[in-house]
């Protein structure tokens, strides 16, 4: 799986933004999508993930209530609402693609195989 994330930018807190992970070469309809995000010197952690087929969701802490993680399987997208956007929600946002059946909601960077090259984003006080 290819995945090619889109949307970031700068914007000031309290704004809305967002992502597009557009996912090509999928063999079947099961798998998952979940989002990261990496600043400078600190690990890659995780934001959120959504399965295509039920669409099943699950939330870091820091963004429940703020982001929404949703997918259009028509085309092959998954997407990332980002509202009420902090200073603390810089950094450069990865999606990434686990497939396969899914039982457990995947959450971990080892969990998934596929990973797209990254989107900046940039909040601004």
Known sequence: VQL???GGGLVQAGDSLRLSCAA???TSGGGAVG???QVPGK???????ITWISGRTYYADSVKGRFTISR???KNTVYLQMNNLRPEDTAIYYCAAKRGLITTLPNLR????SWGQ????TVSS
């Open 4 to 6: 090619q994330a889109s």
């Open 24 to 26: 090509s070469g999928r």
């Open 35 to 37: 989002w990261f995000r």
């Open 43 to 49: 690990e890659r952690e995780f934001v959120a993930t």
């Open 72 to 74: 259009d399987n028509a």
């Open 110 to 113: 080892s969990d998934f195989g």
């Open 118 to 121: 990254g989107t900046l984003v």
